[in-house]
DNA sequence: AGGCCTACG
DNA sequence: CGTA
DNA sequence: GCCT
């Protein structure tokens, strides 16, 4: 995090009596970011040379202004650390392209995620579906030692932490990752300066602008998005009615991009909604890539299965180009530097009688089952 | 042994 | 193949 | 990897 922003919760946290060092010891118990991801922090950390890792725990922001809340350091879950480590399972598995096991441990994590009450103790998950013996070891593993081998393993091991820097890029999933890395490279840096390499536009989009895409997006730039969304959709359309779905709709602080559902009372108004949208973007320059995807909703083959459905609604994947200036409580310090941010936004155009399932399929979770079972 | 979300560009 |  |  930025270094005016880092003093200023230093000092909060010490005039609370907590203990803030400036650099990484042994003494270091937590470890809070905001911008990093966790697996990130902790493949940092173990180049560091530290020797208990166990004692470390990464956290994240909201940790801090609940243990701020709280006066004291609000004891971490191992609920969390046991979910934490099933995920990075999941996603190694996902990076050599083992779907099986991949599916195995997110379903495995998702349902600690959903347990209603905190797990304290091992007998807490026993009987629980999709936990089997490879899970269940983990999960013993992390009561016992405070954490699993297995999991520490994949942490360290350069195939997997390479494919995830790969991968970190918009437009770069698993296939293109491995065969970068069976190319003998590890880093971002060669990649770009590779001559052979001929990346496709989605590809040059996350490379162009793989700085302000991995930076969390803020809630006051999701409502800046949202001003800009709605003027121009009035413009196109008056009747149109913009409304911020995904993560900020459910109330989070930040999200990796900003979803928006556009509504036209009427049947048929939807039509040709988003291009003029996207029109209108272009015109002012603010449109910095666009994946366009044109509605096959057929309400005749439709009948009922009206959340199926949602995955044929026109839509459109972009990047667009955020001023500064045009957030809250954002002040623009240099006179001479870039005056605005690349933010993923996603725009969903549904017909009108289908807006009710739109806005509730897109609130809530992204996992296909989950959905259903709203249904 | 075979499935695990699916549709679009 | 990559995205959501 | 877990479930059927």
């Known amino acids: 995090m930025g270094k005016t922003r880092r003093n200023f919760l230093a000092g909060l946290a010490r005039s609370k009596g907590f203990c803030v060092e400036n650099t990484l010891s ?26 208990d890792l ?9 940790w801090f202004t609940q243990s ?37 441990f997110k379903k495995a994590a998702s349902v600690l995620k959903s347990l209603p009450v905190p797990v304290r103790s091992i007998r807490d998950v026993e009987g629980l579906p999709c936990l089997g013996p490879e899970t269940m070891a983990v999960i013993e593993d992390i009561f016992e030692f405070g954490s699993s081998s297995k999991v520490e393993d994949v942490l360290k ?52 602008y793989y700085d302000d895409i991995s930076k969390p997006v803020s809630k006051a730039e999701a409502e800046a998005l949202s001003r800009i969304i709605v003027e121009i959709a009035g413009c196109v359309n008056p009747e149109v009615t913009v409304t911020l779905t995904g993560g900020f709709r459910r109330g989070k602080e930040f999200g990796h991009d900003v979803d928006f559902l556009l509504h036209v009372p009427g049947p048929g108004k939807e039509d040709g909604l988003l291009p003029a949208v996207i029109d209108r973007l272009r015109s002012q320059g603010v449109l910095l890539y666009l994946d366009f995807q044109e509605s096959t909703f057929d309400i005749s083959k439709l009948p009922s299965c009206r959340f199926e459905a949602m995955d044929h609604f026109q839509k459109c994947f972009l990047i667009l180009k955020l001023k500064k200036e045009q957030v809250v ?47």
């Open 26 to 51: 042994s003494n270091v118990t937590h470890i809070v970011a905001e911008d990093n991801p966790a697996d990130e922090l902790w493949l940092w950390l173990q180049k560091q040379g530290i020797a």
């Open 54 to 62: 166990d004692k470390i725990n990464v956290l994240d922001i909201s």
């Open 68 to 104: 701020m809340s709280a006066g004291r350091p609000i004891p971490v879950e191992v609920q969390h650390r046991i979910e934490d480590a099933l995920e990075v399972l999941a996603e190694n598995y996902e990076l050599i392209e083992s779907v099986g096991p991949c599916l195995g």
């Open 157 to 208: 091991d350069e195939r997997y932490q390479t494919l995830k820097i790969f991968t970190s890029v918009f437009g770069v999933g698993p296939k293109t990752a491995e065969k970068w890395y069976r190319q003998g490279l590890r880093n971002l840096t060669q990649i770009v300066s590779d001559s052979t390499i001929h990346l496709n536009n989605m590809q040059k989009a996350g490379f162009q």
């Open 329 to 375: 409580g954002q002040q623009v310090e240099q006179r001479c530097g870039k005056d605005w941010k690349a933010v993923r936004v996603d725009l969903v155009a549904p017909p009108a009688e289908c807006y009710p399932f739109a806005l509730l399929g897109w609130s809530g979770s992204t996992v296909r089952d989950e959905r259903s079972c709203i249904k």
